[in-house]
């Protein structure tokens, strides 16, 4: 298959990913209009404190990184090349030993040349986070194409 900007939310999922996030065994998991979600599941090289056996934090963070760059591409529905301008993460408690973990993202606003977006981390409800996120990018030359509201 031959990878096609314009229809690359269609075809993330038949894709895996590569660098950091194919490391990780980060994959795609769903998505919907206005949102995407990333799975990663648990991996005992990926632990952070061997005594209770919980992921460190720095995969979590690469997760969400990618999600909520992924729920812009989903916003404007094509590729953009973009840059992490901040990304904070406010972790609510460590991610349960053995379980995967689902970052979920969505795009609020996508500007001239920045975009906004938030997400929220889970190993299995939604309403029980592991951390919430707040990311913003930037296109480095050129600007977001056009989204209606």
Request: charged share 30%.
């Given at each position: 298959m031959t990878f096609n900007p314009a229809k690359m939310m269609d075809q993330i999922d038949l894709r895996r990913f590569g660098g950091h996030g194919g490391r990780l065994g980060i994959r795609f998991h769903?998505?919907?209009?206005?949102w995407v979600e990333l799975a990663m599941p648990y991996a005992e090289d990926m632990i952070g404190d061997e005594d209770s056996g919980v992921i460190a934090s720095g995969?979590?963070?690469a997760m969400m990184d990618i999600a909520t760059s992924l729920a812009v591409w989903n916003r404007i529905a094509t590729f953009v090349p973009h840059a992490t301008v901040d990304l904070r993460i406010d972790y609510l408690r460590p991610a349960r030993p053995g379980r995967t973990v689902i970052g979920r993202a969505?795009?609020?606003r996508v500007a001239r040349s920045i975009s906004f977006t938030r997400g929220i981390a889970h190993d299995g409800d939604i309403d029980d986070p592991v951390a919430h996120v707040a990311a913003t990018f930037?296109?480095?030359s050129g600007s977001y194409p056009r989204v209606t509201p």
């Open positions: 769903a998505r919907d209009a206005d995969p979590i963070i969505e795009c609020l930037m296109v480095p």
